[in-house]
């Protein structure tokens, strides 16, 4: 079992819908991050979180550290959006630990 | 200021062979990670250069091998390809005294073994 779970693997939403990727993860951490990557490689950062909640923008992350659950959420959703959304933790030894990604798909 | 870079960004190799990728890290940061990115799954950590040591090794065998230079530049060597080896090798920088529990990631270099 991995150290780090996504859900789900594979998602296509409508233009304007609320999406909601989930991460669960098994190892104490010192934070969690969430990264998008787009075709061709590159990866942003767009949240790192060890409690509580972060807005920006349209993207809201939320995580409860009792529960080891977090999830990113996209309100109002574009095409724009269409990446691969990567959850990660740190649990204080340097290095990211990766979920395999969510891959998104919005449809104008 | 200028981002993570790496090169080559594309890179064509055959079984056997040995390659060379490397890694300039964003203006400030000191620590460079290596990441190995098979299609379709999430990267995994290949080892991590601090000072110009090896300060953490993923479960990687030893023809994977590092260096990282005094301006804090790194390279990746890869010795006796195989063709499990394709794949996308993302390099991250950070810093600790900035938040050090963010990486800022390169663009990648795609490797093939054919």
């Known amino acids: 079992k991995n150290e780090v779970e996504q859900s789900p693997q594979n998602l296509t939403a409508q233009e304007g819908e609320f999406i909601t990727i989930n991460c669960s993860y098994s190892?104490?951490?010192?934070?969690l991050h969430w990264l998008q990557q787009h075709p061709g490689g590159g990866i942003v950062s767009l949240f790192m979180?060890?409690?509580g909640k972060k807005k920006h923008g349209r993207l809201i992350a939320t995580i409860n550290i009792q529960e080891k659950h977090s999830s990113l959420h996209i309100t109002a959703s574009h095409p724009r959006d269409s990446a691969v959304y990567i959850c990660a933790v740190t649990s204080g030894t340097y290095k990211y630990i990766f979920g395999t990604g969510t891959r998104l798909k919005v449809l104008a | 200021d200028a981002g993570v870079t790496q090169s080559p960004t594309h890179l064509i190799k055959t079984r056997g062979q040995q390659v060379t990728l490397r890694c300039s890290p964003k203006s400030g940061h000191d620590t460079v990670s290596w990441y190995q990115q098979a299609l379709g799954q999430g990267p995994q950590f290949i080892f991590q250069y601090y000072e110009e040591e090896e300060r953490q090794r993923g479960n990687f065998p030893d023809r994977f091998s590092g260096h990282q230079f005094p301006n804090y530049s790194s390279e990746l060597n890869v010795n006796a390809l195989l063709l499990g080896d394709s794949a996308l090798y993302l390099c991250?920088?950070?810093?600790?005294?900035?938040?050090?529990?963010?990486?800022?990631f390169g663009p990648g270099t795609r490797l093939t073994v054919l």
């Open positions: 991250a920088s950070s810093s600790p005294t900035g938040g050090g529990d963010t990486q800022y």
């Open positions: 979180l060890s409690s």
């Open positions: 190892v104490g951490i010192s934070a």
